[in-house]
Each structure stands twice: as structure tokens, then as C-alpha cells.
């Protein structure tokens, strides 16, 4: 009975211990894991200065605040992240670029299509994007009609569904505030001359520093204790099925791509918008996803995983299995990542010069 007893044993530990080895042989090990992501493409956030070499070569580009050197000095990021939260910036002085990116939600509003001026929705149903790491992305909006964060901020505060200003009017209300006035000259000298191209341009300076480094870019950088073994699993079927093809780069997104190209998306109903005019999208990022929620260009999606499951469908042509979704999800906490410290500005008053709201 003790050798039948034994050999019972031996047999369960070896079947368990051949069964742990084709389980350890199927994910990669964290060198060729580390390789598989940055040959599908994937790059860690630049720190340091990686990246203040980054972005003074994105500024170089795009022409923000072009004219004026340094840039992304103290004095103008302060001043950017003044007139970022400022509601002032609207015709009603209710809505600021805060609104519907509040950095106290992950550079989102949390509602399936953003809110503006006059309670109005957006007439396309169209969800507002993260704020956060968007200087990381080849192109904004949705349909990727802006190239550049500075060209950005110029849309959403003369949208007449948005903050609905006249740049006319945004400059009267900044150039009549005598503390603004001042702060544009401590940023870029005393012969500034501010116009609506550089207050956007300066909000969007702000907007550069919006960064935040994750686990994942730890993993990416060779630290391969940063994530854990569920991460890395659900990275390699992240990689594995596709993914990447779309959610690349830095950001894991910000680029155009087709959309809906393996079968139609479920809520393609919810709004009147199908692309850009070649029928491309931007490419949300991944960053943060688990505190972006809801999900898609119209916000349809409140839950990751049906989100998960609807690419793989309609972008893929395949069906993920719920292990799978499950896996991914996981791997997508890791790009949770530290959140700026921002502490709320104290905004300047107005004077009797400067414009009344109206609404």
C-alpha cells in the first residue's frame, strides 16, 4: 500500500510539474516579451531629458508659439494651466477646457458625449478624448483634422456646442484682465503681443506636461518585475491577436486608422459620424483606459471588456474568448499610469473692461 501510496504521489507531482512547464512555455520569457512589444511597435513614454528633447522637437514642428524662445518655461506652463482651467475663456464663463477634460477623471468628462455651451450635446454624439498624454498623439480629434495641440485648443473654444467665443472676444476678456496682461509678459516678454493663436498655443504648452509614466513604460525600459505574470500574459495576446496593428507607438493610439474594418460596429447608429473623409478614425490611446470609460467615438461601451470583445469583432474579425478578454484587461491595468500633481489656480480678477458673459 506505501509504494501504491508513493507512486500515486509521484505521478500527480509529475503530471503537475510537466503541466507548470507548458504552461511557463507558452508566454514568452520577459526578453523575448520585451522584444515581441517593441517590434509590434510599442514605446515607453521618453522621460527626462528624452523628453524635453521630444517635446521641444514636437514644438519645432508644429509652429507653437513660434517666435518665442525658451519655451515650455515655468512662467508659461503656469500661464497655460491658468487659462486651461479658466471658464472665462467661454462666452458664458461656465465652461473651461477643464470641462469636459477634467484632470480629476483622467483628462475626461465620464459622459458618452460631451457636454457644452447651453447644456447642448455634442450634435454627433462624439465622446470626449483624454487630455492626458495627447501631445503623444499624431493628430487630434477625432477625425484628425488638427495636427497639433496649439491648432486644438482653437476649436473647442469657438464652437458655438462648446465654449462658443469668438477669438475677438477671447482676447478682449484676457487683454482686459490686468494680472493676465502681466503674465503674458513674465512668460514672453514685455513686447508680447497676445492674440488667440498664442493664448491656444499656450494652453496647449500646458497640455505638453500632461504625462503620465506607467508600469508598462517600466516594463518597456527592461525592468521586468514591473508587471505582473497576468500583465505580461495579457500583453502577449495583446500582441498576439493584433492589436497592436492599431494601438501602437507611445501612446498606444493616436494615429488614423480604418474602423469597423472586419465587420460593422454595434452602435454605428448612435450619431452621424463615419471618419474622416477617407473613413479613418483616430485611434483612441490605451493609456489609462481602465479610468476612461466610457468607450468609442460615441461612448457606447461602459464596461472594458464588451469593449475588448467589440474589437476584436468588428477591427479583428475574430472572437475573443472571455479568458482572453479577461487577459487583455488585466494587461491594461498596467497602463495606469502616475497622474500629474496639479494644484488648482488661483485665476485672476477681472476688471469693469472686461466682457459680461452671455449666454
Partial sequence: MKLKFFGLNTTIAVTATLALAFAATALPNDKDLLQKAKDSGLQSIPMGKELANYQQQKLKETGIAKGYSPLLTKEQIELGKKLYFDP???????????????????????????????????????????????????????????????????GPIQNPVEMNAEPKLVVQKITSIPEYVNDFRRAY???????????????ALYEFTLVTPSRFDSFLQGSFNALSSK????????????CASCHNGINLGGSMQAFGVAGEYKFSHIGDFKGNEDGLVKTPTLRNVMQT?????????????????????????????????ESIATFFKSLDGKMPNIIYPVLPTISNATPKPSF
Fill in 293 to 325: 470609460a466610457p468607450y468609442f467615438h460615441n461612448g457606447q461601451f461602459w464596461d472594458i471588456k464588451d469593449a475588448i470583445k467589440e474589437m476584436g469583432k468588428i477591427q479583428l474579425g475574430i472572437d475573443l474568448t472571455p479568458k482572453e478578454i
Fill in 231 to 242: 500583465e505580461k500574459e495579457g500583453l502577449d495576446i495583446f500582441l498576439e491577436k493584433g
Fill in 88 to 154: 472665462r475663456l467661454s462666452s458664458s464663463n461656465l465652461i473651461s477646457c477643464n470641462t469636459c477634460h477634467n484632470l480629476a477623471l483622467a483628462g475626461t468628462d465620464i459622459v458618452p458625449a460631451a457636454i457644452g455651451n447651453k447644456w447642448s450635446a455634442n450634435p454627433h454624439n462624439l465622446n470626449s478624448p483624454t487630455v492626458l498624454n495627447s501631445v503623444f498623439n499624431d493628430v487630434q480629434f477625432w477625425d484628425g483634422r488638427s495636427h497639433h495641440l496649439g491648432d486644438q485648443a482653437q
Fill in 189 to 203: 516678454g514685455k513686447n508680447v503681443k497676445i492674440d488667440f493663436k498664442l493664448i491656444a498655443d499656450t494652453i
